[in-house]
């Protein structure tokens, strides 16, 4: 009888204090370790995204200074003489193009300005000022002396209604090469374009500030011209 009852004690025997709290520190340790490994794969999907998007958006700029500038139109500025539209320095590039950052190819021909200043977080930033291109009048940007509304300090100062291209860079800079019909290949390049012809090709020497392995980098453009004509002054429409 007594063999009995203590069999049936050991079998009804419940879980004891201690059991139940190495169960609970087990399963707390797990979920632990499980919300760690979530969050760190989190995370680095997080990363990896925002540089993919960095990276996209990098090449996306550099596809848009190419067509802008490749797609110049070769009109004079309204300057009260054969001054062209297209115009620039080494901190400064003026033209009139076919493309536009809102309606691609397809919309009205547009002005364009792109201008290096200096970043307020140190360095160098691209920004471009885009305006709809109404006839030689809208070209006043082109003519000798001109000051943007608002800017302060030349070339290298800062104003409004204008977007970022890249910024944090260790310079920012426009060359022109220079056209030899006899020679296309002897050309020079120049680091300031006032004549009333295209030149051959432009060069955005760019770089950034701090190299990253990870990011897809500012570089360098070559951006060639394919309209060899002459300025041929103002368009019927616009007389």
Request: aromatic share 6%; net charge neutral.
């Amino acid at each position: 009888m007594t063999n009995t009852h203590s069999q049936r004690g050991r079998q009804e025997r419940g879980v004891t204090l201690i059991e139940l709290l190495v169960v609970i520190t087990l399963i707390a340790a797990i979920s632990t370790g499980l919300l760690m490994a979530m969050r760190i794969a989190l995370n680095t999907m997080e990363k990896t995204q925002r540089r993919l998007e960095e990276n996209r958006r990098a090449m996306s700029i550099q596809q848009l200074i190419g067509r802008e500038i490749g797609g110049v139109m070769p009109v004079l500025a309204d300057c009260g003489g054969s001054r062209g539209a297209f115009n620039g320095t080494v901190n400064t590039l003026h033209l009139v193009t076919s493309y536009s950052l809102e309606e691609g190819s397809r919309g009205y021909p547009r002005v364009v300005q792109f201008r290096a200043m200096q970043d307020p977080g140190g360095g160098v930033r691209l920004v471009m000022t885009e305006r709809i291109y109404s006839g030689p009048a809208s070209t006043a940007a082109a003519c000798p002396g001109y000051v943007p509304p608002g800017l302060g300090g030349g070339p290298l100062g800062g104003s409004g209604g204008e977007m970022v291209l890249a910024e944090n860079l260790a310079y920012c800079r426009f060359a022109y090469h220079e056209v030899i019909p006899e020679a296309i290949d002897a050309g020079n390049w120049v680091y300031g374009w006032d004549r009333p012809s295209l030149p051959s090709a432009v060069r955005v020497e760019m770089a950034p500030r701090e190299f990253n392995a990870s990011q897809l980098p500012i570089a360098t453009l070559h951006i060639p011209i394919h309209i060899t004509r002459e300025m041929p002054g103002f368009y019927v429409d616009e007389q």
